[in-house]
């Protein structure tokens, strides 16, 4: 236990350290959630008007919690890309053979790429109430919020890390970030479900991401929901993942 | 070989360089597509706000790819010279009789090339899922001349950058600036009906409105000649300004020693 804590410390640190030490790693990380909370909450709060639009903390609030999901995603996708340029450079390889258990280095880049998540989602959250984002939802909605955020993360980051395992190459890119793009904006990103219109509402209704994303605005608006329902699919997705990230480090460490 | 000749060879290189990786044809095609797509079903709803120009979402939004497109084919130019740069073709280049402009001409030809048939899928796409054209038949030459005079301007940015920085990297890292760009404009909703008045100030100012509005304008308002003056006016202005600006940077990369 103690050589898997060990190496997932190391892994941690050393991601950590080159995402907080390195400008090109941290201002993308969070120009990005900020810049999309701009556009959503800025350019399109008129669509807070529309009728049967009913959120009680505001178009803010609505496009908030979407913007703090997706930046805990990306979090995940980023960390994604770092695993694979690792790979890219050989230092992952050399990790693979130096490490006394393999385990800790994907629990190295899982820890790191929570509290990455946890540093851009801190900054949101700032941001978002320096500017008037009103939240209706007591502390322990607010804890579940984070609670949600940094499950979604966990997922994106095992998904990714499954990718940059088996492919081992940067030029994966698109393979970890557009399936957790596309999967974001199929549920509804704008409106509440039921204005989602044509085939994106089918859609919608069966992407789990819908009620995760519905169950965090029905957390930060105080609203009672369906919170099995949602931490229950928030809680499945990195489990599910978990299997298809330790099988890609296993394919790794067969092709040496 | 005459410089029409020079230019021909070097449009023929881009355009075979570019189809040969599906990498530089898919996504400017396929990802735009697919966001208006999503976005026409869960922006439909905007449609219910008093004063929206469209019935349809999709009409509205179907503008939006040939913009987007565009910020590809800026990034597809500016990779494509700064690979010259970094594998010293240019240089190569600089020993040759070949005129300087042919390699940048043919370049951005052959990235209008991709433009023109991107616009003619995004029109197909549009009709395909029953956008109301108003400006009629004589609307579809425009808005396919106003896509491939937007591209041509946004690639010529792109050519500027990679033969300035002869990088990839910077490349690439322009792309989330020109991303800025295109959601800090009435992309979304038409400015009189974004309710910041900070945001609609920023998409007043900014020339993407004006790009996106000149090509939205055909498909829903019919031939609104004010929006299209703006719109082709400032997609020329844009095109010659990084034409010159790029021009010159090969200039400097080019200097015979």
Redesign the interface.
């Known amino acids: 236990m103690s050589r898997f804590l060990d190496v997932t410390h190391a892994v941690a640190w050393r991601t950590i350290h080159n995402f907080t030490t390195n400008p090109a790693f941290f201002f ?1 990380s969070i ?2 959630p900020l ?2 909370f ?2 959503f909450a ?6 807070g ?5 009913d959120f009680p903390a505001g178009y803010t609030a609505f496009q908030f919690v979407f913007v703090l999901l997706q930046a805990a995603a990306f979090g995940g996708v980023f960390t994604g890309f770092g695993i694979a340029s690792d790979f890219e450079k050989g230092f992952a390889r050399r990790l693979l053979l130096g490490a006394p258990n393999r385990l800790g280095i994907l629990a190295g880049y899982a820890v790191a790429a929570v509290t990455r998540a946890l540093i851009v989602g801190a900054l949101l959250f700032a941001v978002a109430l320096l500017t008037g984002m009103r939240v209706t939802g007591d502390g322990v909605d607010l804890f579940g919020l984070i609670v949600l955020a940094l499950l979604v993360n966990a997922a994106a980051t095992l998904f990714a890390a499954g990718v940059a395992f088996r492919t081992r190459t940067i030029q994966a890119g ?1 393979a970890m970030q557009m399936p957790v793009f ?1 999967v974001l ?2 549920a ?4 509440p479900l039921d ?7 089918t859609v919608a209704q069966v992407n789990p991401i819908t009620a995760i994303v519905e169950g965090g605005r029905d957390l930060i608006s105080g609203q009672s929901f369906p919170a099995r329902v949602a931490f229950g699919l928030a809680l499945a997705l990195p489990i599910a993942f978990s299997f298809w990230a330790v099988r890609g480090l296993r394919r790794a460490e067969a092709a040496g | 070989m005459s410089t029409l000749g020079q230019i021909g060879q070097m449009a023929r290189r881009s355009i075979l360089q570019t189809l040969r990786q599906p990498a530089m044809v898919i996504p400017p095609v396929v990802f735009p597509l697919l966001l208006v797509a999503i976005n026409a079903a869960g922006l439909d709803a905007a449609t219910k706000i008093p004063g929206f120009p469209a019935d349809s979402y999709w009409d509205f939004a179907i503008a939006v790819p040939f913009i987007q497109g565009s910020l590809f084919a800026a990034i597809n130019a500016g990779t494509a010279m700064a690979r010259d740069v970094e594998t010293g073709f240019i240089k190569r280049l600089a020993m040759t009789p070949m005129q300087r402009m042919a390699l940048l001409i043919g370049q951005l030809i052959g990235v209008m090339t991709v433009a023109f048939f991107s616009a003619i899928v995004y029109l197909v796409a549009g009709f395909a899922a029953g956008m109301d054209f108003k400006s009629g038949a004589l609307g579809v030459p425009a808005i396919i001349l106003l896509g491939v005079l937007v591209a041509l301007g946004f690639a010529a940015i792109g050519a500027y950058i990679g033969l300035r920085s002869g990088s990839g990297e910077a490349v690439q890292g322009i792309f989330p600036l020109l991303f800025v760009f295109l959601f800090l404009s009435s992309v979304n909703l038409p400015r009189n009906l974004i309710e910041q008045d900070w945001f609609r100030t920023i998409a007043t100012y900014n020339p993407v409105s004006y790009l996106v509005e000149g090509v939205r304008s055909l498909i829903i308002t019919g031939w609104d000649w004010e929006a299209l003056a703006l719109g082709f006016g400032l997609a020329t202005a844009i095109a010659a300004i990084a034409f010159g600006l790029a021009a010159g940077a090969l200039r400097t990369r080019l200097i015979r020693t």
């Not at chain 1, 800025?42 to 669509?47: I, Y």
């Not at chain 1, 008007?49 to 639009?53: A, L």
């Open positions: 993308p120009i990005f810049f999309f701009t556009a800025g350019g399109l709060s008129n669509v008007n529309v009728p049967g639009f698109p596309i904006f199929l509804p990103v704008f409106v204005l989602v219109g044509g085939w994106v509402h």
